[in-house]
């Protein structure tokens, strides 16, 4: 895939919150360099009145959802609110999913929308960027920092400084547990198009893919000096222990691996104590 200038911004709006603390996030509709729009939010950290540790002004999350997700759902909020105790943070809909337009691709086109997102969280102010992904948007990040390097695309402001994958796959065309077995016909039969469409708010692209994308395992090499954290529930039931295994053998003495005790899949499974020890991991990795 090339990598071309990440996209821009179509509009913005303020959109209000619940909290006083907050300053006032920001929604708009991203385009990608594929001409996709991408229905995103911003949230800045809190307004800090007292003595207590602020977060870091320079440091954005931005998050990457898993299939089936939105910017809106009740799951991504949570994390919205946990890594706000940190810095600021950019949520978005990937393509076929939600607001935001196109078909999914399945973590394929999907690195563009992350792209276009990254470079909106680096136009607003902050020098540090921390994406954050789940399941399917795992394997983007992985890729995304492969395909984006600080060396290559800086230009564009696309780059990531830190990446956190949770609940990856580490190979494509898996089928070795029910869930995956079940998503895999929801993808490719038309009958199962249709459910993920209107039982899952997600329109799920047609095409088989073709070239076949760089996997997550050969991306993960090519991420190196960049801080990469694994991150895999011992009981997630989509892709057991050998993906993140794979994921850290892949790059030895680079990658760091979190096995989580109990720990289901993605987003839904990922406890608070396991959002704020992120947050802490990403504030370390500050030079």
Do not use: C
Request: aromatic content about 8%; glycine content about 10%.
């Amino acid at each position: 895939m090339h990598m071309e200038s990440a996209g821009r911004v179509v509009g913005s709006t303020s959109i209000p919150h619940s909290e006083t603390n907050r300053g006032t996030p920001i929604r708009t509709f991203l385009y990608t360099a594929d001409g996709v729009t991408i229905d995103s939010v911003y949230d800045p950290p809190p307004v800090v009145y007292d003595s207590s540790p602020s977060p870091s002004r320079g440091l954005v999350f931005v998050v990457a959802h898993g299939f089936t997700g939105d910017v809106d759902r009740p799951h991504v909020r949570r994390v919205v609110k946990a890594f706000t105790q940190y810095g600021a943070v950019v949520t978005f809909s990937f393509r076929g999913h939600g607001a935001s337009g196109g078909a999914s691709t399945v973590g394929d086109r999907e690195v563009l929308d992350l792209a276009a997102a990254v470079e909106w969280a680096r136009s607003l102010g902050h020098a540090r960027v921390v994406t954050v992904g789940f399941s399917m948007g795992g394997s983007v990040v992985l890729r995304h920092a492969a395909l984006y390097r600080d060396e290559h695309e800086g230009r564009t402001g696309a780059h990531t400084d830190a990446v956190v994958s949770v609940s990856a796959p580490a190979r494509w065309y898996y089928r070795g547990t029910a869930p995956m077995r079940k998503l895999h016909w929801l993808v490719t039969r038309p009958a199962g198009r249709l459910v993920g469409r209107y039982g899952f708010r997600t329109r799920i692209h047609h095409r088989e893919w073709d070239p076949v994308p760089l996997s997550p395992v050969a991306a993960v090499p090519r991420i190196a000096p960049t801080p990469l954290l694994i991150v895999h529930g011992d009981r997630d039931g989509y892709f057991p222990l050998d993906h993140p295994r794979m994921l850290a053998d892949a790059a030895p003495g680079h990658a760091e691996l979190w096995v989580e005790h109990g720990m289901g899949h993605a987003e839904n499974a990922a406890p608070d104590d396991l959002l704020r020890r992120i947050g802490d991991w990403a504030v370390s990795q500050e030079s």
